[in-house]
């Protein structure tokens, strides 16, 4: 009987200017996750077919592991690392190393260019701070949850003209 080595797990990653995004797209209950000044460590077992998952990915530049979190959202976990010199440049790449890993893709839902936030105001965080996302990650009703009287229902729609006077089908 073979050991299985740990294979990466998929990640999606994206930056703003203080921040750095990454979802492990994955379910798994219990990972063990590191979040170090200068790397990201993740091991867990996936909930569906019980294989072991493992990467470190060592970052570009330094981040701040007491100011940086991550959450379990069932299906995925997804972490907010604060980088360390919030005036520095965007990173051109999340690892150190020039060749891209094949289990790291761009999270084009979050991504946002550095030109994009210096028109919005310095920096765009106002939407995505650590705080507030990590509060945000714990659930609530989600957005739209109130508008729910805003929207018809079958109940209020009334009857049209043309449907009273139907011949039989034959």
Known sequence: MSVES????PVLWAQRKEDIFLTFSVECKEPTIKIEKDS???RGVNAQDKKVLEVTIPL???VLPENSGFVNK?????MVLRKEKKDAPYWPNLTKDKKKPHYLKVDFNKWRDEDDEDENGGGGNDNYGLEELLRSMGGGAGAG????ADKPSFDDLESDSDDENLPDLE
């Open 60 to 62: 570009y530049d330094a």
């Open 40 to 42: 990201v460590h993740f």
């Open 145 to 148: 949850a109130g508008d729910k």
């Open 74 to 78: 069932g299906r995925c976990i997804e």
């Open 6 to 9: 740990p294979i990466p797990p």
